[in-house]
T-cell receptor, first 115, second 114 residues
Framework: AQSVTQPDIHITVSEGASLELRCNYSYGATPYLFWYVQSPGQGLQLLLKYFSGDTLVQGIKGFEAEFKRSQSSFNLRKPSVHWSDAAEYFC?????????????FGTGTRLLVSP | DTAVSQTPKYLVTQMGNDKSIKCEQN?????MYWYKQDSKKFLKIMFSYNNKELIINETVPNRFSPKSPDKAHLNLHINSLELGDSAVYFCASSQSEGVIGELFFGEGSRLTVL
């Protein structure tokens, strides 16, 4: 069965500093991988996704993630964090068949941004 | 216009009561979902409907009964509420033939069972 581990429950980063959020997955086949962001009181929004091809994927809001098969990782990065990036970040692995998509989420990492 | 809307946003009720949460999407999607987010922020899929047909039921107790009157609506009815049902419930939608993995989520309905 698929599973996702986000080892950091929360991370604090200074505004303007770089960010890396860790994600490790367990899946037998080539995974479909995603990062979602949840702002306080809001639903989740897709940041980026990886299916195949280039292992470095670009997303919205200046985020990127790198798929490393050898490490079963899909870490999220941003070169310069803004205060508005403070939110909960969820990594997910997906299973897809005709008619439905099933996402298995990690437990999330809360990002705090200090001035 | 909100793409995926849920009502109510907050719900406080006593153990043993029955309550419903409604969800509507105006994106024209054919697949809808209910996810439960517990107090530790863990998100787990409960149900998925494709064109009003149940596709996924992740071993959710029978007290939870989803209903999809049409593909734009997926409601969640919960009977005999228990303390452990307290959570945030998220509705989501996607298009089965569209961008894989792009689920559109509602803002959540926070259920508190006293």
């Amino acid at each position: 069965a698929q599973s996702v581990t986000q080892p950091d429950i929360h991370i604090t980063v200074s505004e303007g500093a770089s960010l890396e959020l860790r994600c490790n997955y367990s899946y037998g086949a080539t995974p479909y991988l995603f990062w979602y962001v949840q702002s306080p009181g809001q639903g989740l929004q897709l940041l980026l996704k990886y299916f195949s091809g280039d292992t470095l994927v670009q997303g919205i809001k200046g985020f990127e993630a790198e798929f490393k098969r050898s490490q079963s990782s899909f870490n999220l990065r941003k070169p310069s964090v803004h205060w508005s990036d403070a939110a909960e970040y969820f990594c997910a692995v997906g299973t897809f068949r005709t008619g439905f998509q099933k996402l298995v989420f990690g437990t999330g990492t809360r990002l705090l941004v200090s001035p | 216009d909100t793409a995926v809307s849920q009502t109510p946003k907050y719900l406080v009720t006593q153990m043993g009561n029955d309550k419903s949460i409604k969800c509507e999407q105006n994106l024209g999607h054919d697949t809808m979902y209910w996810y439960k987010q517990d107090s530790k922020k863990f998100l787990k899929i409960m149900f998925s409907y494709n064109n009003k047909e149940l596709i996924i039921n992740e071993t959710v107790p029978n007290r939870f009964s989803p209903k999809s009157p049409d593909k734009a609506h997926l409601n969640l009815h919960i009977n005999s509420l228990e303390l452990g049902d307290s959570a945030v419930y998220f509705c989501a939608s996607s298009q089965s033939e569209g961008v894989i993995g792009e689920l559109f989520f509602g803002e959540g309905s926070r259920l508190t069972v006293l």
